[in-house]
């Protein structure tokens, strides 16, 4: 979408907004639209409009992650074995901002069977407990390619 598009739109909604369709009044809503999208013109650059795109994706991602790992957990307490494999994880970290890593940590901690515990001061590495594991390295890339890369998608 570009920005007469949407400067066009903006004028669309101040017209119903205001309940007047004249002429003057789209023209009008078209001046406060392109007043208001010059205030902000920092913030456009074609990468944020397909930001709502990427941070559904995250979401999605987390949502399957979220029912995959609920059903696990489950089928590890019910199961007659009980032979967890618990283990702290250190995940090397590619992303750098305080909300990225809170989100990446918040994300994991959120997810059955698996807890942030900390982070390192230089702010590179996650440490993660996780309730049973039997490869920690595929656990590692399974974060980094899943999570970390999604996180850095919707958020830069």
Known sequence: M???LLNLILAL???AVTASFSPENLVFGFVLGFLSLWLVRHRFNPDNFNRPIRIARLAGLFL???FLSAFRVAADTISPRMSFRP???AVPLDVDSEVEIMLLA???SLTPGSLSVDVSTDRSTLYVHV???DDPEALRREIKDGFERRIQEALN
Do not use: Q, R, Y
Request: glycine letters at 6%; proline letters at 0%.
């Open 2 to 4: 570009n920005l007469f």
């Open 13 to 15: 909604v101040w017209g």
């Open 87 to 89: 283990a702290i994880i």
């Open 106 to 108: 918040n994300l994991i």
């Open 64 to 66: 399957i992650e979220l």
């Open 131 to 133: 309730m049973d594991v």
